[in-house]
């Protein structure tokens, strides 16, 4: 089936500093989600990109709709300790399915 | 984006029963799903919950196990049956968008975290 491979699995950096992961896959995606999940609670939608090539802000966080459509990357700048999370990308295929990546645990040294 | 709503939010159950989970919508949404995510992983659907019909159920679930209702476009509720340790999961409920693209996003609800003695 169709998976995404994201990466990095977890990273571990300073508040301040800026914070770039990304998502792959062998399959085209019609839309991109980038979700954060913070510890008990469900998954909330930060950006979706609905065309490729389709560069999306929003506050800190800028993803991008890769131009062939196997890929997206999220970045966030200036990391601040609420931004502690895990991160995962999300995939919508021709079957309008979701498919979720593995994600991306931030972690921020104080 | 809707407001989801789930019930109850955690739950420790012994082996062999079984627990309904309810998942309440603050809209009318024409698609419902249910998700499962186990300890430290990523998230699985279950099924879409179809309104005045059956639900449809992904490879590796069945309606024995997972008996989902969706009686109206607000409502709709998993029950996962005969419980054992390996269904320790969070389970989510999403509803789909309505920006009327051909591919939506969805909104996830917080979760039921299900513990199995």
């Known amino acids: 089936g169709q998976q995404l491979n994201q990466s990095p699995q977890s990273m571990f950096i300073q508040e301040g500093e800026d914070v770039s992961m990304n998502c792959t896959s062998s399959?085209?995606?019609?839309?991109w989600l980038w979700y954060k999940q913070d510890p008990g609670e469900g998954p909330v939608l930060l950006i979706a990109l609905y065309k490729a090539g389709e560069l999306t802000s929003n506050g800190r966080l800028t993803a991008q709709f890769g131009i062939t459509r196997k890929d997206s990357f999220l970045n966030i700048s200036a990391s601040i300790p609420s931004d502690v999370g895990i991160y995962f990308c999300a995939g919508l295929n021709r079957d309008a399915k979701i498919i979720f990546g593995k994600g991306t645990r931030l972690h921020i040294l104080p | 984006s809707a407001v989801i709503s789930q019930k109850p939010s955690r739950d420790i159950c012994q082996r062999g029963t079984s627990l309904t989970i309810q998942c309440q919508v603050d809209?009318?949404?024409?698609?419902m799903f249910w998700y499962r995510q186990q300890p430290g992983q990523s998230l699985t659907l279950i099924a879409t919950a179809n309104q005045g019909s059956e639900a449809t159920y992904e490879s590796g679930f069945v309606i024995d196990k997972f008996p989902i209702s969706r009686p109206n476009l607000t409502f709709s509720t998993l029950t996962v049956s005969n419980m054992s340790p390996e269904d320790s999961s969070i389970y989510l409920c999403s509803v789909e968008g309505t920006s009327g693209r051909a591919y939506n996003e969805q909104f996830f609800g917080p979760g039921t975290r299900l513990t199995v003695l």
């Open positions: 809209s009318q949404v024409t698609m």
């Open positions: 399959s085209i995606f019609n839309t």
